[in-house]
């Protein structure tokens, strides 16, 4: 693979990670000569390395740990028993002058930009946590959030923190029966919610959906509304000034390591989603490490992540507040009035670690989007994740910003609220490679046979536990559902649901999902290799492609065309010629079919089994939670040309 970026003697020399080995060497008595030897490190003595972030990060705990890991086992690992602490403590450790947040908000205007310092962070997550508790919250009670990505948002997860209360939260894109399906499992006291936000300058009223909402939550005791579309509050209903109308000091609640902080949820494509529940030292300890240590993120950082709330990266994003740096957030359309508004965003904020997703970089890369007068000289590294990035994606980020820069595509997920296949601010960048697992987490490929294998695509896997990982999923006491959603196949190594292979030099590509995996004479491949090479083609703007069993099996690829494109047999053999070319005879397509968008999770996942299961002829009701879409009358569509086109299926 192509190089594209190499560390300097300059760059290692500043990296946060060199300053942790040096840490090691000094009270550790431990050196590492590379990155391989640290990691290796990092696996093998849990205890030792988890003691190591406890004291190097400087955790303040009201009480101490009796132990690093007291129960080595998964599920069910039980971490620094006896610790007393609280993230929203850490994240507010600072009370100065510097900036805590800058947001841009296209519901606010895109022309204008709010910021709070630590010390005014501080005081309002006093205000709305005094709110919170007239309204009767307290520990272990739940409060939810319809709410985007705005400063609002980030106040009210602290101030619940801050009581011990369990946080969960969905972007108002969302559709009702989403947030219900969400929400409802958690009977949670308190609902905050917007009025309704614009996106692509349209306006969308979303109060007729709060109201659905609430209806659905018998167990609220009350519904707070922040006026974000409109200027005031509806009559009778309390409003986001009212909570946070009164000062009060600001205290935290000292609760157990493993204390619910949040309720994370999988994109729930059958049946309802997962709550997944993460801990308040489980999550501090993973995000200080993963961000310091891999993103190279310190307290004079600007780090932005384009994200929702309802979204992991949300929660991840604000990992930067406890190293004291800035968290930069943007609500509104990326790709209005054009593909430069996040980049413009990233200039205007001296952003230093612009985090994406590969889809927005591949259409930034398509429409030829250029950094023309934009000064963007301030970012020392560019994030990726939510789907694989193409060679050619590494390539163009360089390009675009006229110099080498490390280009960090990642790929973890929600379920530990992280990445844990890694960017290194010590390793080389190869177009197309993942760098590294990162240290902590013991990231394998496994063979059906479930041993390890390195050079060849075999299922992720993680074989020692993680702080990060869920202390348990909602409503499953016996672990259970916890035990069949990871731990089924191998008993007692989580598989995560990824194709992997690891080169001999650590670093690593992901293949897609492997339960979407395609097997084409008896060889089995994943689908991020298809997309990488169909959506390279001009006229195709997504695609989506399953193997249907029909007779020996029929590979099925669907694609989403730009305006004005039209499916005709050029086009069509010139997929299959791309595909030949650049994979081999087996990838070509047994039919190709447009539709007008590829069905989509809210989360935005392709919808690979879900697909294939109704192709297949499984009921929509079991097939999929139309809640889950981002758009259901894509999957009605794409059921529809398959339909058409397809006479067995009739």
Known sequence: METIWE?????????????????????????FTDYAALWRWSVADLDAFWASMWDFFAIRASAPYTRVLAKDTMPGAQWFPGAALNYAEHALSRRDDRLALIARSETRGLDRTTTLT??????????VRAGLERLGVRRGDRVVAYMPNIPETVVALLAAASLGAIWASGSPDFGTRAVIDRFSQLEPAVLLAVDGYRYGGKDFDRTAEVAEIERALPSLRATVILPYLTDAAPAGRMSWAELASATAPLEFEQVPFEHPLWVLYTSGTTGLPKGLVHGHGGILLEHLKSLALHNDL????????????????WNYLLGILPLGGTALLFDGDPGHPDLTTLWRFAADTKTTYFGTSAPFIHACLKAGVSRGTLDLSA????????????????RWVPRMLGRPILVGSVSGGTDLCTAFVQSCPLLPVRAGELQCAAVGAKVEAFSPEGTPVVGEVGELVITRPMPSMPVTLWNDPAMERYRASYFSLYPGIWRHGDWIRFTREGSCVIYGRS???LNRGGVRMGTAEFYRVVEELPEVSDSLVVEVDEDDGKLVLFVALKAGATLDDDLRRRIGAALRRELSPRHVPDRILAVPAVPKTLNGKKLEVPVKRLLAGQPMSSAVSEGALADPKSIAALIDAYRREVPAAR
């Not at 300059?10 to 008595?29: D, F, K, N, Q, V």
């Not at 630590?118 to 205000?127: C, D, K, M, P």
């Not at 310190?298 to 309802?310: E, P, Q």
């Not at 970012?379 to 050619?392: H, K, Q």
């Open 7 to 31: 560390p300097t003697p300059a760059s290692i020399e500043r990296a946060h990670i060199t300053r942790y080995l040096r840490w090691l060497e000094r009270e550790r008595g431990l050196r």
């Open 298 to 313: 310190g307290a004079d950082d600007r780090f932005f992540w384009f994200t929702t709330t309802g979204w992991m990266m």
């Open 515 to 517: 339960d979407a995996t």
């Open 118 to 127: 630590y010390a005014e962070l501080a005081a309002q997550v006093a205000a």
């Open 379 to 394: 970012l020392r590294g560019i994030g990726s994740t939510g789907a694989p990035l193409s060679p050619e994606g590494f």
